[in-house]
């Protein structure tokens, strides 16, 4: 069946090969190879932007946050409690399951919120049978927009 072997064709599909791999890696951001690291917007003086998903308000510092509400479909998520350290999400504080939507979710925390410093609270997917594990469970994209859905509050002082 392959008698006839060419060496020009080994060579220009080798090629047309590398072309498709270049132009895939060069076509693609940064922030897309990279879904650990997460870039803010600029805190002083911006709007933080919010997800329609889910919705928190500014709130006293303590042992919870409260989530005004999360609009998922089920089966549900998780919500994140996570530290924002300079432009980019820190410690994950404390999360909570949420099966479908669902208002006024509170979220105990492992460790309590400090006054005057913001925090973040993102969605997770479940994929580890029910239990949460922020380095295994994937984060939830909002179809829409197609970005993480991340929304940010700030602890009075």
């Not at 940064?30 to 329609?52: F, H, N, R």
């Amino acid at each position: 069946m392959t008698e006839h072997f060419s060496t020009s064709s080994f060579i220009a599909g080798v090629m047309l090969g590398a072309l498709l791999v270049g132009a895939w890696y060069f076509g693609t951001s940064p922030e897309a190879l990279s879904p650990a690291s997460t870039t803010l917007p600029a805190l002083k003086g911006t709007p933080l932007s919010e997800s329609g998903a889910v919705s928190v308000t500014d709130q006293p510092s303590g042992e919870s946050v409260i989530i005004e509400s999360i609009t998922v479909p089920p089966p549900g998520v998780w919500v994140a409690v996570r530290e924002v350290n300079g432009a980019d999400l820190g410690n994950v504080l404390g999360a909570a399951r949420v099966v479908g939507p669902h208002s006024s979710v509170v979220v105990p925390l492992l460790r309590p919120t400090e006054s005057a410093r913001v925090y973040a609270v993102e969605l997770y997917r479940d994929d580890n049978n029910g239990a949460f594990a922020p380095a295994i469970n994937s984060v939830y994209v909002d179809f829409d927009t197609g970005t993480r859905v991340v929304s940010y509050f700030t602890t009075a002082p």
